[in-house]
């Protein structure tokens, strides 16, 4: 009888082991996947940055939190993307490197830079110029000839985007080869060509320091600024 208990018994430990076991090995595997899949919507679908300046401002002020995402699609007139002007990422091996790490860094981190948060290399711009566009401007003020179109027309005029733009009147005497020019005489853009504008255009860099951007340095299009949660809105 006692043998018949001591086995039963055993039979029983045993078998509550193997539960256990089995178990702790589907926990594992559900974290792994869990893991992998928000890597992979951070990586691959959409990921927060925040606003590190007032460049952005009024509309995206500094510390604003902001949803973009590396699925651009179309990239219109108005459309605010996060743009990498200072990557020293230049060729594929470098790049799957990269991606990598930012991939299992939920993209804090990049194989040039360990220290570096890889959202403050790169900055929130607004497309204000498109392939084919003729630009200018003038007290801080954009004018864009579209391709094939004979006449000049404010960025405002041209835009189904709603935003605002933070300029100053200027001094009577301002030197306008002294800091960030206020002007600039006209710009052809070529294809896969971009102007970026920061809306802050009194005091930010832009395409008027870097000069016109290519489609390439587009790399995430912002979609929604949820915080300060007062300010919500659709980019």
């Known amino acids: 009888m006692q043998k018949n208990i001591s086995k039963d018994l055993y039979r029983l430990s045993f078998s509550m082991k193997k539960e256990l076991h089995r178990r702790i090995f589907i926990g594992i595997?559900?974290?792994?996947?869990i893991f992998i899949s928000l890597n992979l919507v951070l990586s691959f679908v959409i990921y927060?940055?925040?606003?590190?300046?007032?460049?952005?401002?009024p509309d995206i002020s500094k510390n604003s939190?902001?949803?973009?995402?590396?699925?651009?699609?179309?990239?219109?007139?108005?459309d605010v993307f996060l743009?990498?002007?200072?990557?020293?990422?230049?060729?594929?091996?470098?790049?799957?490197?990269?991606?990598?790490?930012?991939?299992?860094?939920?993209?804090?981190?990049?194989?040039?830079?360990?220290?570096?948060?890889?959202?403050?290399?790169?900055?929130?711009?607004?497309?204000?110029?498109?392939?084919?566009?003729?630009?200018?401007?003038?007290?801080?003020?954009?004018?864009?000839k579209p391709q094939d179109?004979?006449?000049?027309?404010?960025?405002?005029?041209?835009?189904?985007?709603?935003?605002?733009?933070?300029?100053?009147?200027?001094?009577?005497?301002?030197d306008d080869s002294v800091g960030l020019k206020a002007g600039f005489t006209p710009v052809i853009l070529g294809p896969n060509q971009y102007f970026v504008m920061a809306d802050n255009r009194?005091?930010?860099?832009?395409?008027?320091?870097?000069?016109?951007v290519d489609k390439s340095e587009l790399v995430a299009k912002a979609l929604v600024l949820y915080f300060p949660v007062k300010r919500f809105k659709f980019l």
Do not use: A
């Not at 939190?65 to 108005?78: A, E, I, Q």
């Not at 835009?159 to 100053?168: D, G, Q, V």
């Open 29 to 33: 595997i559900n974290f792994i996947l």
């Open 48 to 57: 927060p940055v925040q606003e590190q300046s007032d460049s952005m401002g």
């Open 65 to 78: 939190l902001v949803f973009v995402s590396p699925v651009k699609g179309t990239c219109d007139r108005g």
């Open 83 to 144: 743009i990498d002007k200072n990557s020293p990422v230049e060729n594929i091996y470098q790049k799957l490197l990269s991606s990598l790490i930012s991939f299992f860094t939920f993209q804090k981190k990049s194989y040039f830079n360990e220290t570096e948060d890889l959202s403050s290399r790169m900055v929130l711009r607004r497309i204000i110029g498109m392939p084919g566009d003729t630009v200018y401007m003038k007290n801080f003020m954009i004018y864009i």
């Open 149 to 174: 179109e004979k006449h000049f027309l404010t960025e405002f005029e041209l835009t189904k985007k709603s935003y605002n733009i933070e300029i100053k009147k200027l001094p009577q005497n301002w």
């Open 202 to 212: 009194y005091s930010s860099f832009d395409s008027r320091m870097w000069g016109i």
